[in-house]
């Protein structure tokens, strides 16, 4: 790889997701991870769509669509992602749950940075070299990265939150234009990086991550209505499980680069091309959510139950 590209994948984009991540941090207090006592029902529906079901989801796809090592590889490292600040932004623009969202987003980033390299070995082992086993996955160091790239960015900007908490407002804003930025800016590069193979592979991958993304969305809004919850939080369950840090799933695939013989640019793609269509069915949540919900609900509820306010009643 030539010297732009080995920039973009060891500089670049691990210094933008850290940053990211960091931002993230100082949007979040220690009673985001403990919250969970008041969302059963609501955390289980979303852990489990977006721990299980979504890489489940994902290698199933890569299979039915016969993709190429690199693409199913990266197909399901982008499914083993968490959520991020997108998600919590897109649910609160859609009046949706946005503490179950905070929530959802700050206890998944600390969970996959088990869950992504088991299910990145898992992906290599079957897809890799012909679909022969056997291939040596660096799960220590690929776990080593996501805890960096994830953990200790959120950390230090809770840190920076609780130290100087106004300083966190105000700059939050400044965070957001820079991560949407940034983000643009990444996707462009790989994708015109990659533009010779990518528009031999744009036929398979571009179907295959929109499939991905209506079947997660539409998952993860079928398991907020089978267990019952209220429109807010089933409406946020389906924006968590349809929404994915494709930045991280595009600094894992650099990490990965080599292994197996895969191409890391190649892997990026399926993130790439996702952190644009997930915008799609998000549109609509966002739309659905404000024409049936009368505002969005900023504060943290004490149940799962119906609340003791009317203006934390849903519309519908």
């Known amino acids: ?27 979040l207090t220690p009673k985001d991870f403990i919250r969970l006592k008041e969302y059963p029902r609501a955390i289980f529906a979303g852990l489990g769509g977006q721990l ?7 290698a199933a796809l890569a299979v039915l669509w016969n993709l190429s090592p690199e693409l199913a590889v990266g197909l399901i490292i982008l499914a083993a992602c968490p ?6 932004l897109i649910s609160h623009l859609a009046h949706g749950d946005r503490p179950l969202s905070i929530t959802l987003t700050a206890v998944n980033s600390c969970i996959v940075v088990f869950t992504i390299p088991l299910f990145a070995a898992l992906a290599i082992g079957y897809f890799a070299d012909g679909g022969t086993a056997g291939v040596p996955v660096p799960v220590a160091e690929v776990m080593g990265g996501v805890f960096i790239f994830t953990i200790v960015p959120v950390g230090l900007g809770m840190i920076v939150r609780s130290i100087a908490p106004r300083f966190s407002t105000r700059i939050g804003p400044l965070y957001d234009r820079f991560a949407a930025l940034s983000f643009l800016l990444i996707v462009l590069i790989i994708l015109w990086t990659t533009r010779q193979d990518l528009f031999a592979m744009l036929p398979a991958v571009g179907s295959v991550t929109i499939a991905l993304s209506l079947i997660m969305t539409g998952l993860g809004l079928f398991l907020g209505f089978i267990l019952a919850l209220k429109l807010r939080q089933a409406l946020t369950i389906g924006i968590e499980v349809g929404i994915q840090n494709t930045v991280l799933g595009m600094a894992v695939a650099g990490l990965l680069t080599g292994v197996g013989g895969l191409n890391g640019m190649v892997m990026m793609i399926p993130s790439a091309l ?30 799962e139950h119906p609340s003791r306010t009317p203006q934390q009643q849903p519309s519908s």
């Open 1 to 27: 790889m030539g010297d732009p590209v080995n920039i973009l994948l060891d500089i670049i984009l691990p210094l933008t997701l850290i940053l990211i991540m960091f931002g993230m941090g100082m949007t």
């Open 52 to 58: 299980l079901l979504l890489p489940i989801v994902g």
């Open 83 to 88: 959520g991020g600040t997108t998600s919590n």
């Open 274 to 303: 996702y952190g644009l269509i997930m915008f799609a069915p998000a549109i609509a949540l966002i739309a659905f959510g404000r024409r049936r919900l009368s505002s969005p609900l900023a504060e943290p509820k004490t149940s």
